[in-house]
């Protein structure tokens, strides 16, 4: 097996409400499952090929709750990585290297039952992890944005965090509100849902934790 460790910031954005029952170990509260994903990878190898810099994207449907399976999804990996990194990336995102079931690459793999052709384009991502605000842009194919839930009553920022000390994904996790659109090669839209800023730290064995 080949080592390899990620170190990025994240936003990522499915049709539930804010909160989203499958961070409790609970079903999606629309039935189905749909969801946009953006990574800025800030530190990263896969062996010997550096991957930092790199931006890696993802859509994904499932038709009922995730661990029930036969996904949809299709990989967006950033135009400015040479082969090997493209390689790397690709075997890191459908959960080649890395122990069973130890990462939310390999744990989403796993429930896959269309795998769309990888794209390979130009992905331009901005994420403030603390700010609960985000934006990736993919031409002809993904919008989202992110920012922070509003209180109803005032207006105000609400700010509240999701921890998970035996998470496959991250730690803590700041939660928004997050709109997306797809056009291609999956089709999708859902907006003022389920929103999820991170700092992600992984490897082939999982999340590294930071205690």
């Given amino acids: 097996m080949t080592y390899w460790k990620l170190k990025g910031r994240e936003l990522a954005n499915c049709n539930c409400d804010y ?62 990585a040479d082969e090997a990194q493209r390689s790397a990336l690709l075997t890191i995102m459908t959960g080649g290297d890395t122990d069973p079931m130890a990462t939310v690459f390999a744990v989403f793999a796993s429930t896959i039952e269309t795998m769309h052709a990888p794209v390979f384009t130009r992905i331009d991502f901005e994420v403030n992890v603390e700010g609960r605000k985000g934006r ?15 209180s109803p009553v005032d207006g105000s920022e609400v700010r509240a965090r999701i921890d998970l000390p035996n998470g496959f994904e991250y ?3 700041e939660i928004g509100s997050g709109t997306s659109r797809a056009t291609g090669p999956m089709t999708l839209e859902h907006a003022n849902s389920y929103g999820q800023f991170a700092h992600l730290h992984l490897d082939s064995h999982g999340v590294v934790r930071a205690a």
């Fill in 19 to 80: 909160g989203c029952n499958c961070q409790f170990g609970g079903l999606p509260d629309k039935g189905g499952c749909q969801a946009v994903f953006g990574m800025a990878i800030d530190e990263g190898h896969y062996g010997d090929t550096d991957l930092s810099g790199l931006n890696i994207s993802a859509v994904f449907r499932w038709p009922g709750p995730i661990h029930e399976g036969k996904g949809e999804c299709v990989a967006f990996v950033d135009e400015r």
């Fill in 136 to 150: 990736l842009h993919i031409p002809g194919h993904v919008e989202m944005t992110g920012e922070p839930i509003r």
């Fill in 171 to 173: 730690e803590i996790a």
